[in-house]
Structures are given as structure tokens and as C-alpha cells.
């Protein structure tokens, strides 16, 4: 089955600063990449997601980039503000599964 | 957000006692799924199910029981809560399988003393 590492399990930065939390999966078969954001005591909510068929997606400060050929995946954020701090989960499903297989999390914390 | 709810949000229970956490989505996705977050393992899934009466083990799901007699519910009970049990439970569904994405219940917080 899928198995999908993530680092940095935490991550601290300044105000201002961009943060990068990367994954890699093992199933080449992968086609679907979301990425989940939990604030503390919240749920878990999608703030991006990238399809194999897309090298890079943006949307303001987000921007996840896929690279097949490595099979891995990353977020980028730039211009961090207090309220990004949360842990983040990536994902990845394979085309023919309902299942995604998720990220054990990074815990990003921005210091104003 | 609001389409998926749990209840209880916040259950305490002793060791040995039956205790079932409620999902209820009003999308009508057909899809449904059950997650256990502990501190260090991420989300680990449970069960799942693709339609009604249509279960499947996940991850981790000794221990627990899932029913789903209606598309909009989808119940887990714990047949004999342990202290191994208590963790941050959340529910999620999305409309099909492949690559659409899932939306979280609220979370229900259980404590087995």
C-alpha cells in the first residue's frame, strides 16, 4: 500500500518568513495530493490540493508543486502570519482507492 | 462545514463500558470514514464505508464496530472502551472516492478512565 512520509515534524519561523513542508510517497500509481491544515482543537480543512496531472498549483499565499518522476510533494508559504500556525497534513490517494494515506503532520509555529 | 456533525463532542467513559459516537452528514456523500488522532500518529483511519451497508476495515480497527443502515450515518461504537482508546475521533465523508476531497466532522474528544 501507499506510504507517505513528511518533514519537517515541526517547523518554527518568523513573521514574514516562507515555510516549506515536504513529503514523499512510495505508490507511483498516486494521482491526487491534497493538504489539510488543523488549527488547535479544530478539524482538519482542505487548503489546497494538486491533481499528477499538474506540476505546481497557487492559490495567494499557498502553492503545492508535485514532482513524479522523485514522487514528492510540497507546500510552500509564503509571507507567514501568526494565524498559519496549525499543523498541516499532507495526502495521497491512488486513483483506483477511496483511501488517501495522510502525513503524520508538521506543527508550523510563527513567532510575530 | 456544517453539512457534517458528531456527537458527543466531549465523552468521558470508564474501562469495559459501550460507548458509540454519532456522524451525521446531510450532503448525501457516499462515502464515510472514521479516524482516531493521537499525538505522534497523525490520523489513523478506523472503518469506512462506500454506501449504505457497504463497511471496510481500516488501519486500526480492533476494538471498535460500524454500522451504516442510512447514507447519512454513520455510528462507531466501542464494544468495551480501554484506556488505549482515548483519543480525538473524527468522522469525514466525501462524494465519491477518487479524487475528491474530504470534509471533517467537528471531532469528539473520548476519555476512558
Known amino acids: 500500500g501507499e506510504n507517505v512520509e513528511q518533514h519537517p515534524s515541526t517547523l518554527s519561523v518568523q513573521e514574514g518568513d516562507s515555510a516549506v513542508i515536504k513529503c514523499t510517497y512510495s505508490d507511483s500509481a498516486s494521482n491526487y495530493f491534497p493538504w489539510y491544515k488543523q488549527e488547535l482543537g479544530k478539524r482538519p480543512q482542505l487548503i489546497i490540493d494538486i491533481r499528477s496531472n499538474v506540476g505546481e498549483k497557487k492559490d495567494q499565499r499557498i502553492a503545492v508543486t508535485l514532482n513524479k518522476t522523485a514522487k514528492h510533494f510540497s507546500l510552500h508559504i509564503t509571507e507567514t502570519q501568526p494565524e498559519d500556525s496549525a499543523v498541516y497534513f499532507c495526502a495521497a490517494k491512488e486513483g483506483g482507492s477511496y483511501i488517501p494515506t495522510f502525513g503524520r503532520g508538521t506543527s508550523l509555529i510563527v513567532h510575530p | ?113
Open chain 2, 1 to 113: 462545514d456544517a453539512g457534517i456533525t458528531q456527537s458527543p463532542r466531549y465523552k468521558i467513559t470508564e474501562t469495559g463500558r459501550q460507548v458509540t459516537l454519532m456522524c451525521h452528514q446531510t450532503w448525501s456523500h457516499s462515502y464515510m470514514f472514521w479516524y482516531r488522532q493521537d499525538l505522534g500518529h497523525g490520523l489513523r483511519l478506523i472503518y469506512y464505508s462506500a454506501a449504505a451497508d457497504i463497511t471496510d476495515k481500516g488501519e486500526v480497527p480492533d476494538g471498535y464496530v460500524v454500522s451504516r443502515s442510512k447514507t447519512e450515518n454513520f455510528p462507531l461504537t466501542l464494544e468495551s472502551a480501554t484506556r488505549s482508546q482515548t483519543s480525538v475521533y473524527f468522522c469525514a465523508s466525501s462524494v465519491t472516492g477518487s479524487t475528491d476531497t474530504q470534509y471533517f466532522g467537528p471531532g469528539t474528544r473520548l476519555t476512558v478512565l
